[in-house]
Nanobody
Framework: QVQLVESGGGLVQAGGSLSLSCAAS????????VGWFRQAPGKARELVAR????????YYKDSVKGRFTISRDNGKNTMSLQMNSLKPEDTAVYYC????????????WGQGTQVTVSS
C-alpha cells in the first residue's frame, strides 16, 4: 500500500517562509517522479513543482520560480518544498504526489496540508 504523509504548512505572514515535507512508503521512491500541487478555494489543482527520479530535472510554475525549491532524499524516501517570500496568492492546500517514472500521470497523493499566507 502506497502512502504519502505530509507535514508542515500553517499560517505565515506575507514575505515569510514555510517548509513542507512528505514521507513516502510502499513504492520504489528512488525511481519515482515527485511533485507538489496546490489547490486554492474555487480553483483547479495545479502543479507547483516537479523533480525527476534522480533530481536532475526540475519544473516550477512560473509564479513560484525563484521562491520555491523542491528537493528529495532517495535514501530516506522523502521530498520537501521550501517556500520563501510567500504571498497571499500562495494560500492553498498543498499536496505531494508521486508516480513511477515512465508510467504516466501522478498516481499517488498525500492527504494535503493547508498553507495560509496573511497580508
Amino acid at each position: 500500500q502506497v502512502q504519502l504523509v505530509e507535514s508542515g504548512g500553517g499560517l505565515v505572514q506575507a514575505g515569510g517562509s514555510l517548509s513542507l515535507s512528505c514521507a513516502a512508503s510502499g513504492l520504489t521512491f528512488r525511481t519515482s517522479i515527485v511533485g507538489w500541487f496546490r489547490q486554492a478555494p474555487g480553483k483547479a489543482r495545479e502543479l507547483v513543482a516537479r523533480m525527476s527520479w534522480n533530481g536532475d530535472t526540475t519544473y516550477y510554475k512560473d509564479s513560484v520560480k525563484g521562491r520555491f525549491t523542491i528537493s528529495r532524499d532517495n535514501g530516506k524516501n522523502t521530498m520537501s518544498l521550501q517556500m520563501n517570500s510567500l504571498k497571499p496568492e500562495d494560500t492553498a492546500v498543498y499536496y505531494c504526489a508521486a508516480v513511477q517514472t515512465g508510467t504516466g500521470s501522478f498516481k499517488y497523493w498525500g492527504q494535503g496540508t493547508q498553507v495560509t499566507v496573511s497580508s
